[in-house]
């Protein structure tokens, strides 16, 4: 039974549609076939495994995604889910040119009266990222409404560039009587991508080093303030970026790999014993760094690759390019090594 009238495929009657057919598909013995889908670990790795419970780094204040990204993949199959309400959408036109792995956009529909968390699926090339202008008329059906609430949430709140989807499965030959399925992906952020990449690196003088020394095996962090004015100019690390703080010596210079942890006064003030001290006006923000390996000491010409960089400023330079960074996390690899 299909709903009749102006339904666009994802209210209760067809999310009901949907529970029949899996009913009627139990007691014909096929219990392999799931409509929805959820896909929570695509690894057999146990470190990879309890990875994925976590959170994706991204947007300061923005809501975690659901996984972490495993660090070598750009993305992770999220979810597996039928596109409801595709026979209410004139897809005869189009249903034979369709093909598995067609790629697909979910356009987030705020003013569905059916459902206040709508998300249409329209092709990739009939969307231009816009859905205050995009014309609903031409969508192949909707995410179903039980396997909305997440997506929509994240969508609201301007992570919808994270998520994927193309199509899975096509069953059937009428549009009316077949199905669509789609694989929803989470995509790693390229800004994060970069921060886990690429480093930065930050010069010390002696009596600054000192400090830092004395704050980070003391405390376990350290604490700096960066930016100045004007602030639309300055490009400064993100959380999770990666800093490698340097002490020069006459001869050799000390080096520490560290991990941005907070970049904002709300979560540095989880760090500093007097919150007070985060509010100064001095267009700086604060930075709450944590030690991932160090000291190393190397002789000042294992160095050289960093001359042609001008990295004796107040605030960390970087990102750096590709290859200076893959040396820098060669000498520290050399260290663990050795």
Known sequence: MYPQGDCSGTCPQCDEELRNLQSQLDKKGVKDVDLHVEISCLTDNPGEK??????????????????????????????QCRIAGTAFHNLE??????????????VRQKGNKHDKRAIAVALASDYDGDPDEFDFDFILGYVPRSENEQLAAMMDMGRGEAFECELSRIEGHDPRKGSLFMDIYIVKNKAVADAERLFWVYELGDEEYGQ???????????????????????????????VVVVNRGREDARLHLMRVMATTIERAGCFVENPDELFLIDDCSPFILTQVSGPLVVQLPELGFLDAFDTRKDNPFGPLPEAVSGKLLGLFRNMQEG
């Open 50 to 79: 309890d990875a994925l419970q976590g959170d994706v780094g991204g947007l300061e204040g923005m809501p975690s995604l659901p996984y972490a990204m495993p660090e070598n993949h750009d993305r992770i199959l999220y979810k």
């Open 93 to 106: 036109d189009i249903w034979d040119e369709l093909y598995e792995g067609t790629k697909l956009a979910l």
């Open 212 to 242: 830092f020394v004395d704050e980070l095996f003391g405390k376990g962090f350290a604490y700096f303030r960066w930016g100045g004015y004007p602030v639309w100019e300055r490009v400064l690390p993100k959380r999770k970026s990666k």
